[in-house]
C-alpha cells in the first residue's frame, strides 16, 4: 500500500512522451542489443546465421562494436578471452542449431576457467518450440538441453517484453561469483517482430557480493596463525577476483610458501622468497604441499592438474576458499569456505596474528633447486631455451594465450607470468584450437598493448580461418606455431605407452606462405633467433606469424 508520504517515483513530461514515441522501425533484435549497451557492454563477438539476423540488423543502429570471426567456436574462445582480461561478460551472438552447437567446445572452456560469456543465440520461430518435429531450418528437438550441461544458466525468451528481462539476469548470472558461461535463446519471429515497446534503459543487474562466514574465517585465522608449516596453494580465482595483493600480504604475514596452479598464473610474484612457482606436476612440490600442517587453498578445486594427477594427499588440515560451490571439498575434505576469493583473504589478513618462520624462505629455496636438478638431468635444454626466448620477447603487461601442446605445458610450470591475469590457457577443459582466436578476443579488449598466442602446428590448423578475422581488423596479435608435424604431446603418450604413435602425424600447410596469403606477415625461426624475431613481430602493428620448426620434448611425469 501507498501512504501519502511515501515517495512515489513518476517520469517527467520529456519521459513520458519518449516512452510513448519509441524511434519507428524497431524489431525484438534492438531490444537484444539495447539491453546489452544499458548493461555496459561495447564489444559483441559472433557469426551471423538466417534465424539471428533480426540482432545483426540491430547492430547497425546500435554503438555496439562487432567482431565478427570465422567459425562459432573461435568466436566463443574470443569472448571468453575478452571476459578473462575485462572481468566483463561477453556477448556472443550465435545462430540456431548449427551454429549454436558449434560454441559448445569453447562455452565448455569458458565453465571449466570460470570466464564470464553472455552467448546468445536464436531459435525456431515460437510455434516450432516444444520438441515437435516441424521442419523448420536448424531445428533440434531441445536446443537448450545441449547447453544445460555446460553453463552457469539458460534462460528462454518468448515475446519481446521478455528479452531486457532475460538477458539481464542471465548478465547477472554470468558476473556472480564464480564468474561462467550463461544462455540465451530467442526465436527468430520474436527477433524480426516489429516492436512498439520503448527503448532499453540501463537496466540493474549488479551481482551480490559472495562473503565468507565469520565463523569459518576465524577458525581459519586461528589455524594458519598457529600453524607450524602454513603453505598456501593460489587458484585461478585469486586472479579473477583482483586478490593477488591481498594474497600477497597475507602469505608475508604468516611466513607462507604459495604454489600457484597452472589457472592461477601471476598471482604471487615468481622470484618472491615465498614463492614455490608452479612445478605441481613434480613429485618434490607434491611432497612439500603434503607437509604442511595447514594447507590454505585459495580459488583451487585441487583437480587432476593441480594434484598432480591426484596423488596428492594432505597430512595436515585443509582450508578452502572456492566460490564454485561444487568445487568446495569435492576431492579434499577440510574446512570449506564458500566465498569470493578477495572477500575471504580480506577477512583472514584482517584477523590472522602475525608470525615468523626464518625456515621458510630457505625450504622454498632447496624445493626450487630439487626441482630444478630434477629437470637438468633429463637433458632438456632445447625446451628451457625457447621458453626462456619467448620470456624475453614478451613485453611484462602484454598477455599470452597458449593451446594444448608442449611448450604450453612446459609453461604452465616453468614460465614466469610477471603480472596477474596476463597468461591463459584452455587447460580448464583441454580442447585444441584455443589460443589464436582467444588472443584476438584479448586484442579486441584492449589494442593498445601486442598479445601473444602460442599454438602447435596440430592446433594451429583449427584457428587458420581467424588469419582472415585478424587481418580484417588489424589485431595486434603475434601467433608462434611450433611445427612438430603432428600432435606433438600424443605422439609422446603414445609411444611411451604402447611402443608407437598411431593417427598423430599430419599433413601441413607452409604456415609462412599462407598466413602472408592473408595479408599476415610471417617468418621462420629457430631456436637461436626466435628471440629476436618474436620480440620483432610483437613490436609491430597489426597481426604476424612467427613458426619455429621444432620437436620437443616433455619433462618426465613424476605421478606414475
Do not use: C
Not at 228 to 253: F, M, N, W
Amino acid at each position: 500500500m501507498t501512504h501519502d508520504h511515501d515517495p512515489v517515483l513518476r517520469p517527467s513530461p520529456a519521459q513520458t512522451a519518449a516512452a510513448l514515441a519509441p524511434p519507428p522501425g524497431r524489431i525484438g533484435g534492438d531490444l537484444v542489443v539495447e539491453t546489452l549497451a544499458g548493461l555496459g557492454a561495447t564489444t559483441v563477438f559472433g557469426l551471423p546465421g538466417q534465424h539471428a539476423l533480426g540482432m545483426f540488423d540491430a547492430l547497425r543502429r546500435s554503438s555496439l562494436r562487432y567482431v565478427g570471426l570465422r567459425t562459432e567456436n573461435s568466436a566463443g574462445f574470443a569472448a571468453d578471452a575478452y571476459g578473462r582480461i575485462t572481468g566483463e561478460a561477453a556477448p556472443l551472438l550465435l545462430s540456431t542449431g548449427p551454429g549454436a552447437l558449434m560454441s559448445l567446445a569453447a562455452l565448455q572452456e569458458a565453465a571449466a576457467a570460470s570466464a564470464p560469456v553472455l552467448a546468445v543465440g536464436s531459435q525456431v520461430p515460437v510455434a516450432g518450440l516444444g520438441g515437435g518435429r516441424h521442419g523448420y531450418l536448424h531445428e533440434l528437438r531441445d536446443q537448450q538441453a545441449s547447453f544445460r550441461e555446460i553453463v552457469k544458466s539458460v534462460h528462454t525468451v518468448r515475446t519481446a517484453s521478455q528479452i531486457p528481462s532475460a538477458i539481464a539476469a542471465a548478465w547477472q548470472s554470468a558476473l556472480s561469483a564464480p564468474h561462467g558461461p550463461v544462455w540465451v535463446e530467442i526465436p527468430q519471429d520474436v527477433l524480426l517482430a516489429e516492436t512498439i515497446l520503448p527503448q532499453v534503459t540501463a537496466p540493474d543487474a549488479t551481482p551480490g557480493p559472495l562473503p565468507p562466514r565469520p565463523e569459518l574465517t576465524a577458525v581459519a585465522a586461528d589455524l594458519l596463525t598457529h600453524a607450524r608449516r602454513p603453505v598456501i596453494v593460489a587458484g585461478g580465482g585469486v586472479v579473477r577476483s583482483d586478490a593477488s595483493g591481498k594474497l600477497r600480504a597475507l602469505a608475508e604475514k604468516l611466513d607462507a610458501p604459495v604454489a600457484t596452479t597452472f589457472g592461477g598464473k601471476g598471482a604471487f610474484p615468481w622470484d618472491h622468497p615465498l614463492s614455490l612457482r608452479s612445478w605441481l606436476e613434480d613429485r618434490h612440490t607434491t611432497d612439500y604441499l603434503e607437509s604442511a600442517d595447514v594447507l590454505l587453498v585459495v580459488g583451487s578445486g585441487l583437480g587432476e592438474l593441480s594434484s598432480n594427477y591426484h596423488t596428492f594427499a594432505p597430512r595436515g588440515r585443509v582450508v578452502q576458499i572456492e566460490a564454485d560451490l561444487g568445487k568446495l571439498e569435492s576431492n579434499h575434505p577440510g574446512i570449506g569456505i564458500h566465498a569470493d576469493a578477495r572477500l575471504a583473504l580480506q577477512a583472514l589478513l584482517e584477523t590472522v596474528g602475525e608470525r615468523r618462520d626464518p625456515a621458510a624462505a630457505a625450504s622454498v629455496r632447496a624445493l626450487l633447486d630439487a626441482v630444478r636438478a630434477r629437470i637438468d638431468a633429463q637433458d632438456l635444454t632445447l625446451e628451457q631455451q625457447v621458453l626462456a626466448a619467448v620470456r624475453k620477447a614478451l613485453p611484462d603487461d602484454a598477455p599470452s594465450f597458449w593451446d594444448m601442446t608442449i611448450l604450453a605445458y612446459w609453461a604452465w610450470s616453468a614460465f614466469d607470468a610477471r603480472r596477474p591475469n596476463t597468461m591463459h590457457s584452455a587447460q580448464g577443459a583441454g580442447g585444441l584450437g584455443y589460443a589464436f582466436p582467444a588472443a584476438l578476443g584479448a586484442a579486441a579488449a584492449d589494442p593498445t598493448r601486442p598479445v601473444l598466442a602460442v599454438s602447435g602446428d596440430g592446433g594451429a590448423m583449427y584457428g587458420l580461418a581467424e588469419l582472415a578475422t585478424a587481418r580484417q581488423y588489424g589485431l595486434p596479435v603475434t601467433w608462434l606455431i611450433v611445427d612438430d608435424g603432428g600432435y606433438g604431446i600424443l605422439r609422446e603418450y603414445m609411444t611411451d605407452a604402447f611402443g608407437a604413435a598411431t593417427g598423430t602425424e599430419l599433413a601441413r600447410p607452409d604456415f609462412v606462405a599462407l598466413a602472408e596469403s592473408f595479408g599476415v606477415p610471417a617468418v621462420r625461426t629457430s631456436p637461436e633467433t626466435l628471440a629476436g624475431d618474436l620480440a620483432a613481430a610483437l613490436a609491430e602493428p597489426g597481426p604476424s606469424v612467427v613458426v619455429l620448426p621444432a620437436v620437443l620434448k616433455m619433462f618426465a611425469p613424476t605421478h606414475l
